[in-house]
C-alpha cells in the first residue's frame, strides 16, 4: 500500500524557515515524482514544488522562486521542501504527492498526482 506521510509542520515565527519531510512507503520513491502543494481554505489547491523521477528536472511556482528548495535525502524514502523567509500568507496545509506512473516529470498541477499526504498545518505567525 502507497502512502506518503508529511511532517515537520507546526508554528513557524514570520521570516523563519520552514522544513517539511514527506516520508514514503509501500514504492521506491526515486521512482515517481514527488510533488509539494499547499491550501487555504476556499481557495484552490497551490503547486509549490516538485522533483521528477531519479531527480531529473524540478519546477519551482513562481510566487515562492527563490525562496523554496526540494531534496531527496540519500536514504530516497523522503523528500524534503524548505521555504525560507516565511510570510503570514504562507500558512495553509501542505501536502506531497505522487503520480500513479512510475518514471514520470514532475508538474505543479494537482491532477498530474494521484497519492496524496494527509497534510500538515503550518502557521506563520509571532
Known amino acids: 500500500q502507497i502512502q506518503l506521510v508529511e511532517s515537520g509542520g507546526d508554528l513557524v515565527q514570520p521570516g523563519g524557515t520552514l522544513k517539511l519531510s514527506c516520508t514514503a512507503s509501500?514504492?521506491?520513491?526515486?521512482?515517481?515524482?514527488i510533488g509539494w502543494f499547499r491550501q487555504v481554505p476556499g481557495k484552490e489547491r497551490e503547486g509549490l514544488a516538485c522533483?521528477?523521477?531519479?531527480?531529473?528536472?524540478?519546477y519551482f511556482e513562481d510566487s515562492v522562486k527563490g525562496r523554496v528548495a526540494i531534496s531527496r535525502d540519500p536514504s530516497q524514502t523522503t523528500v524534503h521542501l524548505e521555504l525560507n523567509n516565511l510570510k503570514p500568507e504562507d500558512t495553509a496545509v501542505y501536502y506531497c504527492?505522487?503520480?500513479?506512473?512510475?518514471?514520470?516529470?514532475?508538474?505543479?498541477?494537482?491532477?498530474?498526482?494521484?497519492?496524496w499526504g494527509q497534510g500538515i498545518q503550518v502557521t506563520v505567525s509571532s
Open positions: 509501500g514504492f521506491t520513491p526515486e521512482h515517481y515524482a
Open positions: 504527492a505522487a503520480p500513479r506512473e512510475l518514471w514520470t516529470l514532475c508538474r505543479l498541477w494537482p491532477r498530474w498526482y494521484y497519492y
Open positions: 522533483v521528477s523521477s531519479a531527480d531529473t528536472t524540478t
